[in-house]
């Protein structure tokens, strides 16, 4: 019974194309997140929501565009992929907003952009 | 700018040992640090998390170390299990903000 599932597992794409992962909670939590997780492993918050309504949004170019539907989906659409979007994106949720709160991670999407 | 700094990078313990990871962080308005712990092709999962109201907290064989004063804190992994072989990230947040603040991760080897 996955807690926090992301679909695609991996993404394969050339520059310049436009693709989107999915992400879905069925924890009833009301924040989501989308983290972006570099080749060395450095994880950095990228995006949060609160009851579809955008709490953070950390220093991202604006080829990347969360859309949450609604409490349970938070997806993430990236425009005209570049070289250095290649990462592993983990999507998370937590029951309320606040960084005290625990965050449940998704198993990751690894998107490799040639 | 690179606010919570973890070390070591890697770390190889035997079975048995005692595993230690270090975190030092700049920003004196966090109160709030859990650690993380992820295993290959999965998403982080918290382990543990203390406040700066004690100085240690200890669930089963893993131990954080918590020094105010000097903005440092610690995971500790006693008899550390093969099981045990993962990525450790610490991190850190202020209360009053989303936004947890990640270490760049150390990762730990237990060999037989």
């Known amino acids: 019974d996955t807690a926090v599932s992301q679909t695609p597992k991996y993404l394969v794409t050339q520059m310049g194309n436009d693709k989107s992962i999915k992400c879905e909670q069925n924890l009833g939590h009301d924040t989501m997140y989308w983290y972006k997780q570099d080749s060395k492993k450095f994880l950095k918050i990228m995006f949060s929501y609160n009851n579809k309504e955008l709490i953070i949004n950390e220093t991202v170019p604006n080829r990347f565009s969360p859309k949450s539907p609604d409490k349970a989906h938070l997806n993430l659409h990236i425009n005209s992929l570049e070289l250095g979007d290649s990462a592993v994106y983990f999507c998370a949720s937590s029951q309320g907003s606040g960084a005290l709160y625990e965050q449940y991670f998704g198993p990751g999407t690894r998107l490799t952009v040639t | 700018q690179q606010q919570v700094k973890q070390s070591p990078q890697s770390l190889i313990v035997q079975k048995g040992g005692i595993s230690i990871i270090n975190c030092a962080y700049e920003n004196t308005a966090f109160d709030y640090f859990p650690w993380y712990q992820q295993f290959p092709g999965k998403g982080p999962a918290l382990l543990i998390a203390?406040?700066?109201?004690?100085s240690e907290k200890k669930e089963g064989r893993f131990t954080i170390s918590f020094n105010k004063s000097a903005k440092q804190f610690s995971l500790h992994i006693m008899d550390s299990q093969p099981g045990d072989s993962a990525t450790y990230f610490c991190a850190a947040a202020s209360g009053g903000n989303e936004k947890l603040t990640f270490g760049t991760g150390t990762r730990l080897t237990i060999i037989p």
């Open positions: 203390i406040r700066p109201d004690v």
